[in-house]
Nanobody
Framework: QLQASGGGLVQAGGSLRLSCAASGQTTFSSALMGWFRQAPGKERTFVAAINWRFGNTFLADSVKGRFTISRDNAKNTMYLQMNSLKHEDTAVYYC???????????????WGQGTKVTVSS
């Protein structure tokens, strides 16, 4: 299971840190973990991903330089540090895990519930 948390209301230019706690099968079989987001009326899109074993990261162009993805293997938790937030970052953010390595933007096996981020302009 994946449990996302940390969303909330923040002013433009502010920061938030999202967390995703993994438990059960996701802690032992995941090669990649990632964050996706879905803005109102839009499709879900890739935000960031991290290789659980090696720690290498992948970021969507829209968040490079502002967002950082990290993980704490001991706590089985992934984080998304979001700085310099913009109104267009408003969305429900989902964490996900995939069992096999590969393209970080697709084919995830497990999904958590979303956590809502609202950025006021």
């Amino acid at each position: 299971q994946l449990q996302a948390s940390g969303g909330g209301l923040v002013q433009a230019g502010g920061s938030l840190r999202l967390s995703c706690a993994a438990s059960g099968q996701t802690t032992f079989s995941s090669a990649l973990m990632g964050w996706f987001r879905q803005a109102p009326g839009k499709e879900r899109t890739f935000v960031a991903a991290i290789n659980w074993r090696f720690g290498n990261t992948f970021l969507a162009d829209s968040v490079k330089g502002r967002f950082t993805i990290s993980r704490d293997n001991a706590k089985n938790t992934m984080y998304l540090q979001m700085n310099s937030l913009k109104h267009e970052d408003t969305a429900v953010y989902y964490c996900a895990a995939r069992k096999m390595p590969g393209l970080p933007t697709q084919d995830y096996d497990y999904w958590g519930q979303g956590t809502k981020v609202t950025v006021s302009s």
